[in-house]
């Protein structure tokens, strides 16, 4: 009873959602609207971007203020020529292209970060189908059951009449019973799936996961065809998924960390300007002595480079080698994955195939045969019972199979990136 009273406030919430059924187009849209990774994904891209250009522009220029050369007799800033008030300018410049290299590596990381900000939609979709698949089985399966409920009880009021009459034994009554009360603790089975899986649903699309969902189911002849095919070898399908491309953009900012590392090796410069006020005055001309101007250039000189640089591009180039080895596993993993799909959605075909053509007609006719076996007497009730319960038991087997193939075809859509 408790569960009921509260799918029945679940279902008054949902009712001030959306009057419409649940469709799994607006289910995926929702889901994505509603993922705070979007936000994540756009806060770092933006980051990256910021980076690029702050990293990109020459060291602040640096200004000094001072007295040179001051006696330390007189502290007179007019007895000794060399005394002046000094005003100085200098400029670091970088190593090589090192600026540009630097704008580079965050531009390739905001490249990866839309790359990974696309594979994280095609993981939140296909979870988003999967669920929506298991809730139209559970409730599925709900429907199935009610209705065979339906067409039991029916049998249960005929053994009711039939025992009234004493055609029929008291004990097929008592199992036609107990069978009847089964139906309800697998329907309230099959209602509990449905509401955890509800309960997984709302946190993407919120109260509209309560809601009826749409009985259209998609076609997705694309992946289909794509299943169809049979193939082993997915990697020019795979070279463009978004996590291999984020993996090929990590590749390329190792790469850039390998030139960049390679920049070290040449020198780095300072320019310096400065100029000198002389108070003092010249003896022999009385004049005020000329003021003076300097200016220098220092270079940094890599002359030693076996433990500084030489290591530094060692580290760089064996980074690249191990975003390499990552990316070639990656392809073989969904390679072997994507393998895996498709031979589980063919499989399932196949034995859809079998439920259709063989199973299911086997099992209808069978029923129908034990039933008139049991109203001739030459069949017993626990006979009918096995019969009927066989019957839809297969049914249920291949809905389920039915909607596990769509889930298999949804990951299969994954590595299509669609």
Known sequence: MPSKIYLGLLALLSLNASAQQLTLSIAEDIALQRDPSATLYRAQQTSFKAQAVSQSQLADPMIKLGLANVPIDSFSLSDDPMTQFSLGLSQQFSRGDTLELNAKGFALQTQQSIHLAENRQLELKLQIRELWFDIRFTRMAQEILIKNQDLFRQNVTNLYRQFELGYKQNQDLIKAELELAKFDDKISAFAQQEQALRGQLVSWVGPQAFVDLDSQLPEWSQSREYAQQAQVQHYPLLANHPQILAAQQAIDVAKNTIATANESYKPAFKVELGYGHRESMDMSTGSNRSDLLSGFVTMNVPLFTSNRQDQVVIAATQGK??????????????NGILNGAIANFSNTQARMQRYQDTLLVQAKLNSAAVMQGYQANTN?????????MDEQALELEYHQLHFQGLKTLARVRYFQAL
Do not use: M, N, R, Y
Not at 321 to 334: C, N, R, S, V
Not at 380 to 388: G, M
């Open 380 to 388: 017993d009730f626990e006979q009918v019972i096995k019969a009927l």
């Open 321 to 334: 080698g191990i975003k390499q080895a990552e990316k070639d596993l990656l392809l073989i993993k969904f």
